[in-house]
T-cell receptor
């Protein structure tokens, strides 16, 4: 069973606020990812990490930033939230080479008013 | 770069009827292929995957998918659906040269009608 956790599950905030979405996994996976999921379901990779101190931008440009100071923790931060940031954010992790399986958290649904 | 197409955004089907969800991909290198399922208000879960070997792969809940290299397809099928199969289904592709990124299709919403 996958052990990857996201908090908060739901967040409603006003424009201009700084927010951090937390993601933690207890599986010791090196690779972690953030996907943004549109209301129409499509997933877009916005950030990924190969391991500690490694972060890369994904295919969809995002104003968010990420950090990877510890293997198990991959938080996503928005310095100044806007209504266009309203979306669901899904965190995932994987062993990487040889498996291909991503383990997903339950998601963080962000609404910016 | 690889890409994934799921032509059907919504598929309604009656309970106990068969269903096929279509997935086509494009890639310049060999690929791994996946189907993920997302139930309401949850994250995605792996349904089945093709890494190598037999081109027909099965899940524990009766779904199967067949890798067709010549048609670059990985369609998902189930001979008899249940109400509990109502969910969003995502096809995904990872290139064998790198596991850095897995690209997802736009998803298909399967609605099983009683």
């Amino acid at each position: 069973e996958a052990d990857i956790y996201q908090t908060p599950r739901y967040l409603v905030i006003g424009t201009g606020k700084k927010i951090t979405l937390e993601c933690s996994q207890t599986m010791g996976h090196d690779k972690m990812y953030w996907y943004q999921q549109d209301p129409g379901m499509e997933l877009h990779l916005i950030h990924y990490s190969y391991g500690v101190n490694s972060t890369e931008k994904g295919d969809l440009s995002s104003e968010s930033t990420v950090s990877r100071i510890r293997t198990e923790h991959f938080p996503l931060t928005l310095e100044s939230a806007r209504p266009s940031h309203t979306s669901q954010y899904l965190c995932a992790s994987s062993l990487g080479w040889g498996t291909g399986e991503l383990f997903f958290g339950e998601g963080s649904r962000l609404t910016v008013l | 770069a690889q890409s994934v197409t799921q032509l059907d955004s919504q598929v309604p089907v009656f309970e106990e009827a068969p269903v096929e969800l279509r997935c086509n991909y494009s890639s310049s290198v060999s690929v791994y292929l996946f189907w993920y399922v997302q139930y309401p208000n949850q994250g995605l879960q792996l349904l089945l995957k093709y890494l190598s070997g037999s081109t027909l792969v099965e899940s524990i809940n009766g779904f199967e998918a067949e890798f067709n290299k010549s048609q670059t397809s990985f369609h998902l099928r189930k001979p008899s659906v249940h109400i509990s199969d109502t969910a969003e289904y995502f096809c995904a592709v990872g290139e064998k040269t790198s596991y850095d990124k897995v690209i997802f299709g736009p998803g298909t919403s399967l609605s099983v009608i009683p």
